[in-house]
């Protein structure tokens, strides 16, 4: 999988676990709790950074590993605490294999663009 492909899969996948967090998992509880929408406005900067991962741009692509890898921690960190196998832990579960993913096709294209150099 190409790293903006990952970058974009990502992205939706954040939006959507963040928005059913925060509608869904919060509404029934009757918490709307606002770090419930926190992996959706990580998807939303990575749609908006989207661009710049497809053209190649280096600096933009290194901002989106470094947040894609915080996230992924966040998200790992969230998953342990929650000691019940619910709603809220299958969300956090999504999160982090979406994360996942994404960071091993960025660390991929980083190699594949490292050998291209060397070439």
Not at 18 to 47: V, W
Not at 94 to 119: D, T, W
Request: glycine letters at 6%; proline letters at 1%; charged letters at 10%.
């Amino acid at each position: 999988m190409k790293a903006a492909s990952a970058n974009l899969l990502n992205a939706i996948v954040l939006i959507g676990a963040g928005l059913y967090g925060y509608f869904g998992i919060a509404a029934a509880d009757g918490s709307h709790s606002l770090t419930a929408l926190i992996p959706a406005a990580f998807g939303l900067l990575f749609l908006i950074m989207h661009k710049g991962v497809a053209s190649a741009n280096k600096v933009i692509a290194h901002i989106v590993v470094v947040l894609t890898l915080v996230l992924l921690v966040m998200c790992t960190m969230r998953f342990i605490k929650v000691e019940d196998w619910n709603a809220k832990k299958y969300v956090f579960l999504a999160c982090m294999i979406s994360n996942a993913i994404a960071l091993i096709a960025f660390i991929g294209s980083f190699i594949a663009a490292r050998k291209n150099r060397q070439a």
